[in-house]
């Protein structure tokens, strides 16, 4: 009788553990970028720094994700010889056509952020939020809660705790506890509107 017990609560959680790492799999739509970009291959090949691509706007707005004319100036012809570059000309530089980039941080739309009251003033790095965004040489699956739109990164409680957590912190509890590290406290309306 015992056995039998014993073998059922481990038939149990083996099926709980199998359903939870399963789950998110399960509830997130994977959508390709449009360009396989690399930020190693600038930083090495193309000597770019985080500002050529990412600047600050002259009234302090955040230009986020570069558009193609940042783009065009290095790569109205093909400067290597790799199929990623080949078709990122034929497919965006040469029609003049705009890459629809899926930003893995953006936020709903009631919530306030600001860049440079964080980078400029709070000297926080990009890495403290972003993880190695920046550093990556390919770009992973982006994926989508289904209901709500948002990206996995930023929505809600990681939804499975055990080790398969994306890297960075956009979650409202990065950002409350982040702030409660530095002695700062927000009201529900500093950060949303
Ligand atoms: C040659 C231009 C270029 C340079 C230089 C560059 N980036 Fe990017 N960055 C991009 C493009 C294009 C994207 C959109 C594709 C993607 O998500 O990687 C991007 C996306 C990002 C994102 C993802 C934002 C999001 O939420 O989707 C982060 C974070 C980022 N860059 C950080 C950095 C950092 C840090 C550096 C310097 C170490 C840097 N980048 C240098 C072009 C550049
Ligand atoms: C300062 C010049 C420069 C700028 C600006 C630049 N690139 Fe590049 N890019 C390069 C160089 C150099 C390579 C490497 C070419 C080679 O040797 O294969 C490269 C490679 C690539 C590749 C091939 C990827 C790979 O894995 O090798 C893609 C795609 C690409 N760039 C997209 C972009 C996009 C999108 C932007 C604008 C956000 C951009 N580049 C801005 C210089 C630049
Ligand atoms: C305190 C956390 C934090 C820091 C530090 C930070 N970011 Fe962000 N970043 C965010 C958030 C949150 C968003 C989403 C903003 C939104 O939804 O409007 C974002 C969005 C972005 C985007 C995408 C914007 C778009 O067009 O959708 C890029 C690119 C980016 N950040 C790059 C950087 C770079 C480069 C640095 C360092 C210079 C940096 N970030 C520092 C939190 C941060
Ligand atoms: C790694 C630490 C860190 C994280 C993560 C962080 N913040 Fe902050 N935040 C700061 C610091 C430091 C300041 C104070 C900047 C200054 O000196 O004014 C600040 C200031 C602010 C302010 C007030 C300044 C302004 O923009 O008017 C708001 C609002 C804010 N953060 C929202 C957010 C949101 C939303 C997130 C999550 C998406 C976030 N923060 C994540 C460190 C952080
Ligand atoms: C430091 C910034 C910050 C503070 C303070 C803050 N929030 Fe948030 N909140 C966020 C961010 C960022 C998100 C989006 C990411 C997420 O869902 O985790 C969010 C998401 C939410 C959502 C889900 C919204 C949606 O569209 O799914 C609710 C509800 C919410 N917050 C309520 C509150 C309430 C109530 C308070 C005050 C007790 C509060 N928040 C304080 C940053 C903040």
């Excluded at 964080?118 to 939020?129: F, S, T």
């Excluded at 990164?153 to 499975?160: E, L």
């Amino acid at each position: 009788m015992i056995g039998g017990k014993i073998a059922f609560a481990s038939g149990m959680l083996l099926a709980l553990a199998g359903g939870w790492l399963a789950f998110p799999r399960i509830l997130y739509q994977t959508r390709q970028q449009p360009v396989n970009f690399s930020h190693k291959v600038h930083a090495e090949k193309a000597g770019a720094k985080c500002e050529d691509c990412h600047s600050f706007r002259d009234d302090g707005t955040y230009a986020g994700i570069p558009t193609l004319d940042k783009c065009s100036g290095c790569h109205t012809a093909a400067m290597g010889t790799t199929a990623e570059e080949k078709n990122f000309i034929d497919q965006y530089v040469t029609p003049n056509r705009e890459p629809q980039w899926l930003s893995y941080a953006q936020q709903p739309e009631n919530v306030y952020f600001s860049h440079i009251a964080h980078v400029k003033l709070g000297h926080v790095k990009c890495e403290q939020c972003h993880g190695n965004e920046g550093g990556t040489g390919a770009l992973r699956p982006y994926q989508q809660d289904p209901i709500s739109g948002y990206s996995r990164d930023i929505w809600g409680r990681p939804v499975a705790p055990v080790g398969l957590r994306n890297e960075g912190g956009m979650k409202m509890d990065d950002c409350v506890n982040c702030h409660r590290r530095q002695g700062l406290e927000y009201s529900c309306l500093g950060c949303h509107k």
